[in-house]
């Protein structure tokens, strides 16, 4: 900051000054006060301005020098407005509670755009090393056997795992992205489970679709959903009976398979969450029902998981808003 800058900034209070120095001295002029004492209590008055300018222009640039050198050794630049000392000056203290304020939602900002993106790098590695395992089936496959029906369903893993994570990274747009149109569904429950036939065939499970109602939502995400739930009943009870149950506004997905821990419940939709049957059959990311859970919030679906160990998983998803189903 340069003296000029400095004089610039104050030339309101100069003016004021100006105005009462000629104030003051046309007094003394119609006090007929003597023209020399006039003009030294002019030169007084003026030397008195230029030497408070001066002194004061010097403390603000001291002042500037050293927080400019304090922002040089800090770390981390928004953290200023917590690190500075609170200023002695009633005008000053309120300006820096103001920009305290700011300083604190960047931060805030700040923290949690640095958590989304150290989620997302963990999930992108996680996603990377599940993804190796059916590409790698599918190099043994070709190299061996070339059993068209495993390596098919190899593929189909390898794709769903490249939809999952499409999913996630438009999680944070979705709304934006969501297509609202009205569906039977019927048929989207029909085409979940043709997608996921060749994983449903190897795993052995067995699916009942029963019920039909008309919704308006979005149809590829509603069928992402019910996608998920089936690969999670591939991946955690092979063998199992699936029941998909659509009537007045709601669907539901029930499988007779190893169920989920009471406890565990409140959970299994958090993010990365594995529990019990992730760490036991392994190669769980936690994704699945966190992603889910994600998409009914943005669809305004109402979800309830009920289970019980050993005997069953059924988890209830119902249409808030009532008006846009026709049961």
């Known amino acids: 900051m340069s003296f000029l800058e400095y004089v610039s900034s104050k030339l309101i209070t100069l003016c004021f000054l100006g105005i009462g120095g000629i104030v003051f001295g046309m007094a ?5 006060t003597g023209a020399n004492l006039l003009l030294f209590l002019a030169a007084c008055y003026l030397l008195t301005i230029f030497s408070w300018l001066f002194i004061s222009f010097w403390n603000e640039k001291r002042k500037l020098k050293k927080l400019e050198l304090f922002i040089a050794k800090l770390p981390e630049k928004y ?3 917590e690190t500075l000392p609170t200023p002695a000056d009633p005008l000053q203290q309120r300006y820096f509670q103001i920009m305290k304020e700011i300083s604190r939602s960047a931060v805030g900002k700040t923290q949690e755009l640095l958590h989304r993106q150290e989620e997302y790098c963990d999930y992108v590695e996680n996603w990377i090393h599940e993804i190796k395992t059916p590409l790698t089936a599918c190099s043994l496959i070709l190299e061996g056997s070339r059993d068209i029906r495993k390596l098919q369903t190899e593929l ?21 992205a969501t297509k609202i149109q009205r569906f039977s569904m019927a048929d989207v429950i029909e085409e979940a489970v043709k997608s996921q036939m060749e994983l449903l065939i190897a795993s052995k499970i067995r699916v009942e679709a029963n019920g039909d109602f008309t919704a308006y939502s979005d149809p590829k995400a509603i069928c992402f959903l019910l996608k998920q739930l089936l690969i999670n009943c591939a991946k955690y009870c092979p ?3 699936v029941k998909i149950t ?3 506004g709601a669907f539901s997905v029930e499988d007779n398979g190893i169920g989920i821990p009471s406890h565990e419940l409140r959970r299994v ?44 998983t059924k988890l209830t998803f119902t249409f808030r808003n009532r008006t846009l189903t026709k049961m």
């Not at 893993?157 to 990274?169: F, H």
Request: glycine share 12%; with cysteine; proline share 1%.
């Open 269 to 312: 939709t958090d993010r990365g969450f594995t529990g019990t049957n992730g760490k036991k059959f392994g190669n769980s990311t936690g994704m699945g029902l966190y992603i889910v859970r994600g998409l009914c919030e943005s669809l305004d679906i109402d979800m309830q998981i009920d289970a019980k160990p050993d005997e069953y």
């Open 79 to 81: 953290l200023l407005a």
């Open 28 to 32: 003394g002029a119609l006090a007929d």
């Open 156 to 176: 189909k893993k390898a794709d769903n795992l490249t939809e999952t994570i499409l999913y996630y990274v438009r999680m944070r747009t979705l709304e934006k």
């Open 239 to 241: 063998g199992c009976l």
């Open 246 to 248: 659509a009537a007045k």
